[in-house]
């Protein structure tokens, strides 16, 4: 069983920057892979981007130069770095994990956090 705590979120101007974390609990944290998803209002939930244990890292188009993620096996935490931001980053974020593939497949994440609101102001 895998638990996630996501923190960070926040209200920023456009063009500010924000930074998420997102805490696991279990002994095999550096086996999984760690995604980011967002859902604004109104709108399904997005893959936002994803990184396994080797490192490998997938992005979605419409964060792509503006977000990093990185992970620290160390403190079992992923982080979600986000520059640049714009209005349509509005959305609250959820962090997510699985033992599988890497993927941008929702469906294919076993376990979520709560997530945390993230709104840029224009």
């Known amino acids: 069983q895998v638990q996630l705590v996501e923190s960070g979120g926040g209200l920023v101007q456009a063009g500010g920057s924000l930074s998420l974390s997102c805490a696991a609990s279990?002994?095999?944290?550096?086996?999984?892979?760690m995604a980011w998803f967002r859902q604004a209002p109104g709108k399904e939930r997005e893959f936002v981007a994803a990184?396994?244990?080797?490192?490998?890292?997938y992005y979605a188009d419409s964060v792509k130069g503006r977000f990093t993620i990185s992970r620290d096996n160390n403190e079992n935490t992923v982080y979600l770095q986000m520059n640049s931001l714009k209005p349509e980053d509005t959305a609250v974020y959820y962090c997510a994990a699985d033992p599988g593939v890497l993927t941008t497949l929702e469906f294919r994440y076993q376990y979520w956090g709560q997530g945390t609101q993230v709104t840029v102001s224009s």
């Open positions: 279990g002994r095999t944290f550096e086996s999984y892979v």
């Open positions: 990184i396994n244990w080797g490192g490998t890292l």
